[in-house]
T-cell receptor, first 112, second 110 residues
Framework: NAGVTQTPKFQVLKTGQSMTLQCAQDMNHNSMYWYRQDPGMGLRLIYY???????DKGEVPNGYNVSRLNKREFSLRLESAAPSQTSVYFCATGGVHNEKLFFGSGTQLSVL | TQLLEQSPQFLSIQEGENLTVYCNSSSVFSSLQWYRQEPGEGPVLLVT?????EVKKLKRLTFQFGDARKDSSLHITAAQPGDTGLYLC??????????FGGGTRLMVKP
């Protein structure tokens, strides 16, 4: 079992370019999350999906869109990347009642 | 607005020393978790505390949840280089969403 798999591991974009971050989990969890991590800011929730077919905004959703493709996959899209979106992005999935989050290993994104 | 404040932000100590990391908030949380994150990896859950005043021990790590469920502490006894990492506290609010603190970056020198 891989747990939570994120791709790519690293990405460099120019301002205005678009890209999609992929996340897949094999833990059969209903809930999936996208966080961004910036120095000194901890992890901030971008979007989440409580179950297949539903998505909701988190704390910092502006500039992002998400798709819950099926129970396993939850993707994050940047339509027009900005330097302020330079960050490390983590996908996570939660167990029953979100008692524990399992994280992927992250995507380091730089927007020039 | 960051609801959970962690202190200190950075801590560099020698192997064998003791240390305490604090996580404070003005909000009440139904439960609080501590995660440890190593470079290039996602956070990994260490413990969840649920009851006010609760103390949990994980080998040399002692976690405490404040009586009012607004704060928590992590104490490490006789720190080792393997304890080096970023320690994050995270609280579950009434909507069961998890809010993370800013983290404490710990370096233990041999």
């Amino acid at each position: 079992n891989a747990g939570v798999t994120q791709t790519p591991k690293f990405q460099v974009l120019k301002t205005g370019q678009s890209m999609t971050l992929q996340c897949a989990q094999d833990m059969n969890h209903n809930s999936m999350y996208w966080y961004r991590q910036d120095p000194g800011m901890g992890l901030r929730l971008i979007y989440y999906s409580a179950s297949e077919g539903t998505t909701d905004k988190g704390e910092v959703p502006n500039g992002y869109n998400v798709s819950r493709l099926n129970k396993r996959e939850f993707s994050l899209r940047l339509e027009s990347a900005a330097p302020s979106q330079t960050s490390v992005y983590f996908c996570a999935t939660g167990g029953v009642h979100n008692e524990k989050l399992f994280f992927g290993s992250g995507t380091q994104l730089s927007v020039l | 607005t960051q609801l959970l404040e962690q202190s200190p932000q950075f801590l560099s100590i020698q192997e064998g020393e003791n240390l305490t990391v604090y996580c404070n908030s003005s909000s009440v949380f139904s439960s609080l978790q501590w995660y440890r994150q190593e470079p290039g990896e996602g956070p990994v859950l260490l413990v969840t505390v649920v009851t006010g005043g609760e103390v949990k021990k994980l080998k040399r790590l002692t976690f405490q949840f404040g009586d009012a469920r607004k704060d928590s502490s992590l104490h490490i006894t006789a720190a080792q280089p393997g304890d080096t990492g970023l320690y994050l506290c995270a609280g579950h609010n009434a909507g069961n969403m998890l809010t993370f603190g800013g983290g404490t970056r710990l370096m233990v020198k041999p």
